[in-house]
Structures are given as C-alpha cells and as structure tokens.
C-alpha cells in the first residue's frame, strides 16, 4: 500500500503514500491524523517518533507533534498532540532519549525562519538555545554538534562551544561516549569522552 514504511516507535509509524506525501499510522496502520505532510523527519533507524515527539512538515514548515497514550500493551491506541506554538523551517530529530542524556532533558537542533540560524527546543516547543548557528544536530551525551565557518565542534547546554575538533562533518555521541568525525583530507575517526555527568 506504501511506496515507503518506516519503523514503528511509541506506537507511531511515517508512511509515503506517493512522492511529497506523507501519513503517520498507528500499529493497526490507521492514519493518526487527516493531515497529508510534506515530509517527516526520520532517524537513523527509520523512525519517526524519537522521545515521543514527531516532526512533521505541512505547509511549508515543520511543526511538533507529541505522542500520547503509548502503552506497549496496546500501542494502536496512541493519539498525537499539535504543538502549535512551535514551527521551524528545518530540524534534526531527537536522539533517543537513552543517548540524549542531557540532564533528565531531550533537547532538539531546530532552523529558525527569521534568523535563518540554528538554536535548540526542548520536547514541548520551548526555546532553551535561541537560534546563532549556521546548522546543528540535536544533543547526545549532553553536548550537540554545531557548524559556523563550515567547521563543526560541540556546544554545552548553554550554547557556548567546548569541545574543538575543526571536523568537516560529525555524527553524534554514543552511550559510550564515542562520536565520528571526518576532516578535510575525507577520512573519518572517532573520539571518546572519557568524562561526562549523565542524567541519573
């Protein structure tokens, strides 16, 4: 029925019906909502809803839906929330909330249409980072990527830059505190924290 299916997380699923159409069904693969999208951003492991929030994009801009009601049990009988106070022109969803770790909190990268520049949301739409960078990736083991002068480093949960790396691109911290970087000469390696506060 689908020229492309996602996975499913917290009970929710993104569908392409057809080129520039999108739909978010629940585990009886109904449509959660009449809305058709324009896109809906996924992760690594295709899917949608990351912390339980979706960022989908209707009308030319993204907007953030929550997910409510999931129970593993009955995971057909999630339902989701538009955060209408929270639209952005491009973002980077979650990382899961395991690997985000940023003291008990899921912060978001978010584009912002006025300034043109990256900042970070939390869960709930609330600005925590107003937007100063030319692009960002979301948060991971409390500190998120972050690019100005097409060289990326990470920032802290105050915006302010802390770990220097002059990468040309980077992925993002994992549980163990592992993140790849490439440079200029194309080749990728990684670097290890060997200190971090979790969230616990």
Do not use: H
Not at 58 to 78: F, M, R, T
Not at 157 to 172: E, K, L
Request: aromatic share 16%; glycine share 6%.
């Amino acid at each position: 029925d689908y020229v492309y299916a996602g996975r499913f997380s917290y009970g929710v699923a993104a569908v392409q019906t057809e080129a520039g159409k999108w739909q978010l069904i629940n585990t009886k693969f109904e449509p959660l909502t009449d809305v058709i999208y324009e896109d809906i951003k996924l992760n690594s492991a295709e899917e949608c809803a990351s912390s339980n929030v979706v960022l989908a994009k209707s009308d030319g801009k993204y907007n953030l839906l929550i997910v409510k009601g999931y129970n593993a049990d009955s995971p057909e009988k999630v339902s989701l929330e538009n955060t209408e106070k929270f639209s952005c022109i491009d973002c980077d969803l979650p990382t899961d909330p395991k690997i985000n770790l940023n003291y008990g909190e899921v912060w978001f990268a978010f584009k912002d249409e006025a300034t043109q520049k990256w900042g970070f949301a939390d869960c709930e739409g609330k600005i925590k980072i107003e937007p100063k960078f030319a692009e960002a990736k979301s948060f991971s083991n409390g500190y998120a990527a972050v690019k100005d002068n097409d060289i990326w480093n990470f920032a802290d949960i105050s915006g302010n830059t802390v770990i220097i790396t002059n990468a040309t691109d980077v992925g993002y911290f994992n549980p163990n505190g592992y993140c790849m970087l490439q440079f200029d000469n194309g080749y990728w390696t990684y670097i290890r924290m060997y200190f971090w506060e979790s969230a616990s």
